[in-house]
């Protein structure tokens, strides 16, 4: 059940990112055969870093914006299969925190993780000969209860963890399983300074930040982590340096 | 707290559908003063037949698409509220199930009515000097727990059921209330047929309807007690006839 990392292949989706880079740094100690790193824009020097820790890892980077359409980014999938032969973990990480910026919120939090996750299907479904995967969702605990200021934000990571447990229920039928990994308030430029929706409340970010929050390395850890433990369908909560399941409430069952 | 519909103005987003023309029966029969349906496409012997139900409503019909952007909406805002004046309530209804179109589910079911509510918002917001009002989302119970063969769709009302309890819990600031209403499986044009997401269950339809559902008319009547109920933050679940409060888990907190 549990993964080594060892000689695997990952692709990371803003995996140069706030929480992204340094997940990044704990994948590379675990010496993956390729780290493929998809990111909006490129930090060479982090590239380089991540390159330089371990000569074990092929670590490469490709640019890539999450909004495109399905079939751009199966293109750029054809183009990395066509390297790495076979993929082994999905890491989608791609996210924004601005609720002025509702279209470009829902675009990339919600549509790019749904839309890069269909295009990798192509490639992973066993229903088309694909040898399944694991696709990793950084969703957010504010799509269990959200900041209310951000309303937007936090309804669209409601959406991923949502659509996420979805995902792994139908592992029997795609060979694909799923988990997400929601982290709290964490330490990045995300949550330095963002705009609350309508701005209902200015001091969003200061507020947030008047309460305990972990570091980027801390969130790392218990990710990387998670994906060891490799657990289809769990919902894990990594707040406050700890790292935890949830348990979701069944207020429903559609009984099918 | 409760409201009294009597005389009310109530603008109805997709009140001509599945479950919105029964909806809009039940509203008739409150005697509001004016019930002004937004619906992408006209169906005038529905709007006739309100019309004749009782002479004391004045039924208005305007076309609408959720999918504009906002300032279209405000337009046409302006132009309701140039004839009514005022208006108390806002139903948003608007919503499609095919998870073959993932970009229209998330435009219509999410985008759409998170638009909808923030042109609303210029009318109403107290900060702008606005009288407040109600705003009633239909969400549906796969925003609790999927229907894991449509994640697309089941996750957009994730999304609005997340941004909804936001809603709510802005009100002090805003002035606008707000609560969700999750049907259950209803007999209705939307589940008589539909795609799963990459085909993953043909018979996703079939095996729902194989299980017991509501009528429309039912979840009509409950829908109505639950806008005259007018509980700000309540998650309503229309299920089975039934019409129950949903207590949502808390499994974080922002803290602020």
Same mark, same amino acid.
């Given at each position: 059940? /549990?993964? !080594?990392?060892?000689?695997?292949?990952?692709?990371?989706?803003?995996?140069?990112?706030?929480?992204?880079?340094?997940?990044?740094?704990?994948?590379?100690?675990?010496?993956?055969?390729?780290?493929?790193?998809?990111?909006?824009? !490129?930090?060479?020097?982090?590239?380089?870093?991540?390159?330089?820790?371990?000569?074990?890892?092929?670590?490469?980077?490709?640019?890539?914006?999450?909004? &495109?359409?399905? &079939?751009?980014?199966?293109?750029?999938?054809?183009?990395?299969?066509?390297?790495?032969?076979?993929?082994?973990?999905?890491?989608?990480? #791609?996210?924004?925190?601005? !609720?002025?910026?509702?279209?470009?919120?829902?675009?990339?939090?919600?549509?790019?993780?749904?839309?890069?996750?269909?295009?990798?299907?192509?490639?992973?479904?066993?229903?088309?000969?694909?040898?399944?995967?694991?696709?990793?969702?950084?969703? *957010?605990?504010?799509?269990?209860?959200?900041?209310?200021?951000?309303?937007?934000?936090?309804?669209? +990571? #409601?959406?991923?963890?949502?659509?996420?447990? /979805?995902?792994?229920?139908?592992?029997?039928?795609?060979?694909?399983?799923?988990?997400?990994?929601?982290?709290?308030?964490? +330490?990045?430029?995300?949550?330095? +300074?963002?705009? *609350?929706?309508?701005?209902?409340?200015?001091?969003?970010?200061?507020?947030?930040?008047?309460?305990?929050?972990?570091?980027?390395?801390?969130?790392?850890?218990?990710?990387?982590?998670?994906?060891?433990?490799?657990?289809?369908? #769990?919902?894990?909560?990594?707040?406050?340096?700890?790292?935890?399941?949830?348990?979701?409430?069944?207020?429903? !069952?559609?009984?099918?």
């Amino acid at each position: 059940h /549990s993964m !080594d990392l060892t000689n695997k292949n990952i692709i990371f989706v803003a995996g140069l990112g706030g929480i992204g880079l340094d997940t990044s740094r704990e994948l590379v100690k675990r010496s993956p055969k390729n780290l493929v790193i998809l990111d909006r824009v !490129d930090n060479p020097v982090a590239v380089a870093e991540l390159k330089a820790m371990n000569p074990k890892v092929t670590v490469t980077y490709y640019p890539y914006d999450v909004t &495109v359409p399905v &079939v751009e980014t199966v293109k750029l999938l054809k183009t990395i299969f066509a390297k790495v032969k076979t993929v082994d973990v999905l890491i989608n990480g #791609a996210g924004i925190l601005d !609720d002025h910026q509702i279209e470009r919120t829902i675009a990339i939090n919600f549509t790019g993780l749904v839309n890069t996750t269909t295009a990798m299907m192509e490639f992973w479904d066993k229903r088309k000969g694909g040898p399944g995967g694991v696709v990793v969702n950084i969703c *957010s605990v504010t799509g269990f209860n959200a900041i209310y200021q951000v309303p937007v934000y936090s309804a669209s +990571k #409601a959406a991923v963890v949502s659509f996420t447990m /979805s995902m792994a229920k139908l592992a029997h039928i795609t060979g694909v399983t799923a988990f997400s990994v929601n982290p709290g308030i964490t +330490k990045t430029t995300l949550v330095h +300074k963002f705009n *609350s929706w309508l701005d209902v409340e200015p001091r969003v970010a200061e507020l947030l930040l008047e309460h305990p929050t972990q570091t980027t390395q801390q969130c790392a850890q218990n990710f990387v982590k998670a994906i060891e433990a490799n657990k289809n369908g #769990a919902v894990w909560k990594l707040d406050l340096g700890r790292l935890d399941l949830v348990e979701w409430t069944k207020h429903w !069952d559609s009984g099918i």
